[in-house]
Structure formats: structure tokens, C-alpha cells
């Protein structure tokens, strides 16, 4: 593998991508390569039996508001250990497609991601981001195995 450049990490904000990310600032540390932290808000959001009725545009705007500030502070993570750090949120329902698009678009040289994040169910009817970003990338990924901890 050529030297990283750029690193994108995606964020669901789940442990395990948390996890992920910790991998992710070493490597873009040790590499000295900028970090990408990426988050994908879906066009379509599910509705929960607590929240008030808004617009879908109210909504996504909420969203990415709440995922701007949360991507923010991983962010500083990263720039506090001396990683150049940007962020991003795209919209999108095929989760492992949008990440790819904008791999591509940033030319990213690594997507480090893990195999679990916040899909549950949908994993199966849909198949799994990290397998999708696997078959579809045009560079390098590495995919870090994680066990769910015991209760």
C-alpha cells in the first residue's frame, strides 16, 4: 500500500466506530495524513413516537445540525494528537454508497471502518456497509473486526 494521504473514517457514532476512529487518528498520525470523518444522515428519517411532527427539510436540518456538532468534537480528538482533521456529513439511504462517492470525490487513499455500526436490522435486508465500501472502493480499506462487549 502507498503511503495514506488521506484517511476517511466513517462515523455512526456507535462504539464500534469509535473504535474505529481511535485506529484511524494512529494511522493518520503515524502517516501524517489528513483524517476525513464522515457521516451519513438518511433523506428518509424514521419517525419516533416522542418527536414533535416537523417537515422532512425541518428534520434533516436537525440531523445534520446534531451530527455537525457530535463529528466536531471527534474532530478535536484527532487535532489534539496532532492529525489534521476535516469533517462531513452527506445524505443518502445506501449508507456504503455515499460513503464511497465521497471517498472518491476527496480521493481518499484509506477508509478504515468497522464490521458493526448502528444498522441492526437493516444489515440483513440491505447488507453490510463495511462489505459494500469493501467490493466498491477504488482504494485502499481496512476493516477492523469487532465483538460486541458481554453485558
Known sequence: ??????????????????????????????????????????????????????????????QHAAAAGRLSELASLATAKGVTARTEIGSANEVGMELLRIAQHHQVDLIVIATHGMTGWRTIPFGSVADKVVKHADCAVLVLRVQPKPA
Open 1 to 62: 500500500m502507498k503511503l495514506a494521504k488521506r484517511i476517511l473514517a466513517p462515523i455512526d457514532f456507535s462504539e464500534f466506530s469509535r473504535d474505529a476512529l481511535d485506529v484511524a487518528i494512529d494511522l493518520a498520525a503515524h502517516y501524517r495524513a489528513e483524517l476525513l470523518l464522515v457521516h451519513v444522515v438518511p433523506f428518509i428519517l424514521p419517525l419516533t413516537a416522542r418527536e414533535p411532527v416537523l417537515s422532512d427539510t425541518e428534520r434533516q436540518r436537525d
